[in-house]
């Protein structure tokens, strides 16, 4: 199987107010599973990151070892990269894309009563509404992904999805556009989505230094118990993107209530599929039994309980 990455991981904005520390770590945790367990050749891998001091030439994946050639998340080289490098390159003929975003992003309400459109941040926007030109709706991602892009996308989104551009609506809308969502197409192409959080949420970073979706997002990945189901009258584990997207939803509450137990905040993240996912039971592994390490039962009994013995 053929498969290809995308990840983007944006901390170093231009805007002071704007800059993030967990962004780009994610992004480099993600492709460096992506060429270890998700099986992604190092050629096909496209790393766009800018840490907090500025996108280098070259990104080091710490687990693999492997390092390779980075180029800075600006709106230019994305769409250069969705529009002309992956067309020329056939990725429409591999099997599966894995294409990730960590970064800054929010929601844009297109028209009245439709569902908003998340857009993403890219590395030059530094003020809205003046570069309201720079940011990228959704439609411009998925669009290009469903035309020239492998039969089968998985998408992580980990940016929040508030409101910040209800003062920028006008200028904003004429750039972004119409979401148009995704879709199984005529061509049979199934793109399945996976947001950090749900509509008019913020997507929090951990006091480590990573992203709490990132970091739940991971572990399903690399097969946690958790995130995985048994396939019928066989000894193999699968791991579904329905499963994955559970499990992420269930860690990222659990760490969250953790995370701000001392405080006063009241702080909502809830990780969701996108709602027109045509193809949530779609298997991202199959999983030998003796990977899968061993799981403690709780049991709890009460006073009173009748066991039946023999």
Excluded at 74 to 80: D, G, L, N, P
Excluded at 274 to 281: H, L
Aim: contains cysteine; proline residues 8%; aromatic residues 8%.
């Amino acid at each position: 199987m053929t498969c290809h990455c995308i990840a983007i991981g944006i901390d170093a904005y231009k805007s002071p107010a704007w800059k993030l520390g967990a962004c780009a770590a994610d992004a480099i945790r993600f492709a460096d599973w992506a060429i270890g367990s998700g099986g992604v050749d190092p050629s096909n891998l496209r790393m766009m990151v800018a840490p907090p001091g500025g996108a280098p030439a070259k990104v080091d994946l710490p687990d693999s070892g492997v390092r390779v050639a980075n180029v800075a998340p600006t709106r230019k080289a994305i769409m250069a990269l969705l529009l002309t490098e992956i067309r020329k390159r056939n990725w429409g003929a591999s099997d599966r894309l894995y294409f990730y975003f960590a970064g800054h992003g929010c929601s844009h309400e297109w028209a009245r009563g439709q569902r908003p459109e998340p857009v993403l941040f890219p590395l030059d926007v530094k003020e809205l509404p003046i570069d309201s030109n720079l940011l990228l709706g959704f439609e411009d991602i998925l669009s290009p992904l469903r035309a020239y892009g492998p039969r089968n996308q998985l998408i992580f989104i980990d940016a929040c999805r508030d409101f910040a551009l209800a003062d920028y609506a006008s200028t904003a809308g004429a750039s972004v556009g119409r979401y148009l969502r995704p879709v199984l197409d005529d061509a049979g192409c199934a793109q399945n989505i996976l947001y950090a959080t749900a509509p008019g949420e913020r997507s929090l970073e951990l006091g480590s230094g990573y992203g709490v979706f990132a970091t739940a997002l991971l572990e399903g990945l690399n097969g946690h118990p958790a995130a995985l189901q048994r396939l019928a009258g066989q000894t193999d584990y699968q791991l579904t993107f329905a499963r994955l997207a559970a499990y992420v939803r269930k860690m990222v509450e659990t760490r969250i209530r953790r995370f701000l137990l001392d405080t006063p905040y009241r702080y909502v993240q809830a990780p969701e599929i996108d709602p027109d996912a045509r193809q949530p039971e779609f298997e991202i592994a199959t999983i030998d039994a003796a990977r899968v390490p061993p799981q403690p039962l709780h049991v709890r009994v009460t006073p009173g309980d009748k066991i039946n013995e023999g």
